[in-house]
């Protein structure tokens, strides 16, 4: 069986998709005044939160944590052609007490979208999303790989129709996706890790090393919707919801994924976040207590919910 290619190659190859997009969009339209055609932005945050305990009766665990955010985009329109390109980084540590450092967020996103007008608010359109993970995650005894990058990592190459009435609203409707989960590890790919096909087992039960699957493929329906606005004065809100609909396993188990970070801002350089993230994959199977005994004794979908909040430095870029 066929080995996935390495982090280096594959890294390589989303730079070249992303230099072929730009390069289509040079190709498209005339090379004249392309700067004011650009709408670039992004911001960034680095959040802190200390506990600190001295004789403390109540008890409780001294504890020190990171939370970084970065978010870029760089947005294109010139007469029938657009390209939206957006990059979302995550990264967060937290260390209690005498314990060492571990990772509480890790997240990378690379999205770009070709759109050529059909209507006012209406663009023929091509997507490409990607997300992966940054560095290795662990077991609390670090003696277990629970996931690292490219283990799992979520493509999405999408043609359809992209509904943008201005600038704060997306909606790309695509009746023909390919959606493809990678396990590049092949200890998580043995297991069956994130949906993949999971490792053969001998005529004793035992797994043979080596024969897991790396790549799950999927093709069907998927809706994009993307929002960005400020609600209210110094409050901005930016949304994600992705579903998406296997034409042949399953369609009625739509897989979910909803992100919502609504930032406040205090002033120029202070502000607040606070990250929703709700994800939903049919294929990905999580263990849990059925019986209450304390022991995970079945696996099945769940519905998996982060939330975060943050104080600190932050900064936007216009």
């Given at each position: 069986?066929?080995?996935?290619?390495?982090?280096?190659?594959?890294v390589?190859?989303?730079?070249?998709?992303?230099?072929?997009?730009?390069?289509?969009?040079?190709?498209?339209?005339?090379?004249?005044?392309?700067?004011?055609?650009?709408?670039?932005?992004?911001?960034?945050?680095?959040?802190?939160?200390?506990?600190?305990?001295?004789?403390?009766?109540?008890?409780?665990?001294?504890?020190?944590?990171?939370?970084?955010n970065?978010?870029?985009?760089?947005?294109?329109?010139?007469?029938?052609?657009?390209?939206?390109?957006?990059?979302d980084?995550?990264?967060g540590?937290?260390?209690?007490?005498?314990?060492?450092?571990?990772?509480?967020?890790?997240?990378?996103?690379?999205?770009?979208?070709?759109?050529?007008?059909a209507?006012?608010?209406?663009?023929?359109s091509?997507?490409?999303?990607?997300?992966?993970?940054?560095?290795?995650?662990?077991?609390?005894?670090?003696?277990?790989?629970?996931?690292?990058?490219?283990?799992?990592?979520?493509?999405?190459?999408?043609?359809?129709?992209?509904?943008?009435?201005?600038?704060?609203?997306?909606?790309?409707?695509?009746?023909?996706?390919?959606?493809?989960?990678?396990v590049?590890?092949?200890?998580?790919?043995?297991?069956g890790?994130?949906?993949?096909?999971?490792?053969?087992t001998?005529?004793?039960?035992?797994?043979?090393?080596g024969?897991?699957?790396?790549?799950?493929?999927?093709?069907?329906?998927?809706?994009?919707?993307?929002?960005?606005?400020?609600?209210?004065?110094n409050?901005?809100v930016q949304?994600?919801?992705?579903?998406f609909?296997?034409y042949?396993?399953?369609?009625?188990?739509?897989?979910v994924?909803?992100?919502?970070?609504?930032?406040?801002?205090?002033?120029?350089?202070?502000?607040?976040?606070?990250?929703?993230?709700?994800?939903?994959?049919?294929?990905?199977?999580?263990?849990?207590?059925?019986?209450?005994?304390?022991?995970?004794?079945?696996?099945?979908?769940?519905?998996?919910l982060?939330?975060?909040?943050?104080?600190?430095l932050?900064?936007?870029?216009?």
């Amino acid at each position: 069986m066929c080995k996935l290619v390495n982090s280096s190659f594959f890294v390589t190859f989303l730079l070249c998709c992303f230099s072929s997009f730009l390069s289509l969009a040079q190709e498209l339209e005339p090379a004249v005044d392309t700067t004011k055609a650009w709408d670039l932005g992004g911001t960034g945050s680095l959040n802190f939160n200390q506990v600190s305990l001295s004789n403390w009766a109540a008890g409780g665990q001294n504890s020190f944590s990171v939370l970084s955010n970065v978010s870029a985009y760089g947005n294109y329109k010139k007469r029938n052609n657009s390209l939206d390109i957006s990059v979302d980084i995550i990264y967060g540590t937290v260390k209690l007490e005498e314990k060492r450092w571990r990772k509480s967020d890790d997240k990378f996103e690379l999205n770009v979208k070709y759109g050529r007008r059909a209507s006012s608010d209406w663009n023929y359109s091509a997507q490409f999303n990607f997300k992966s993970q940054l560095t290795p995650t662990y077991t609390i005894t670090r003696d277990t790989l629970l996931s690292n990058f490219l283990s799992p990592a979520t493509m999405l190459v999408s043609l359809g129709m992209d509904y943008k009435p201005n600038k704060k609203l997306s909606v790309l409707m695509s009746p023909l996706t390919g959606k493809y989960t990678i396990v590049q590890s092949q200890m998580l790919a043995d297991r069956g890790s994130f949906g993949v096909q999971k490792a053969e087992t001998d005529t004793e039960g035992n797994i043979i090393p080596g024969t897991g699957e790396h790549v799950r493929k999927e093709v069907g329906g998927y809706v994009n919707i993307r929002y960005r606005d400020e609600v209210f004065k110094n409050i901005s809100v930016q949304s994600k919801l992705d579903l998406f609909s296997n034409y042949v396993r399953r369609p009625e188990n739509i897989d979910v994924n909803w992100e919502n970070n609504f930032i406040f801002k205090v002033n120029k350089f202070i502000s607040a976040s606070l990250f929703f993230h709700m994800i939903y994959d049919d294929d990905v199977l999580i263990a849990y207590d059925s019986n209450e005994d304390g022991n995970n004794d079945r696996k099945a979908p769940r519905l998996q919910l982060k939330e975060t909040f943050g104080l600190g430095l932050a900064y936007k870029l216009e």
